[in-house]
């Protein structure tokens, strides 16, 4: 039998270096669309060290949300 495997993901948190609180989130297509990360050789490079990226768990919430790393759930 075949495990199925998980979608392996990224979206990232952006900000100004001063107040995380205040960030923007960005999903992988977006970053790259906005120039905040480059692909290179297949792998991706952070333009700024206020970028904090969060991986897909593979897990979604009850209401078909998807969970990344660092999300607080309720």
């Not at 039998?1 to 392996?8: G, L, P």
């Not at 960030?23 to 120039?35: D, F, I, N, R, T």
Request: overall charge negative.
């Amino acid at each position: 039998m075949t495990k199925a495997m998980r979608e392996i993901k990224f979206r990232y948190w952006f900000f100004d270096g001063e107040d995380i609180s205040t960030g923007v989130m960005y999903s992988q297509k977006a970053a790259l669309e906005e120039g905040i990360l480059e692909l290179g050789d297949k792998i991706l490079f952070e333009h700024d060290e206020c970028l904090i990226p969060l991986q897909f768990t593979g897990l979604h919430d009850k209401n078909g949300k998807e969970i990344y790393s660092a999300d607080r759930l309720r």
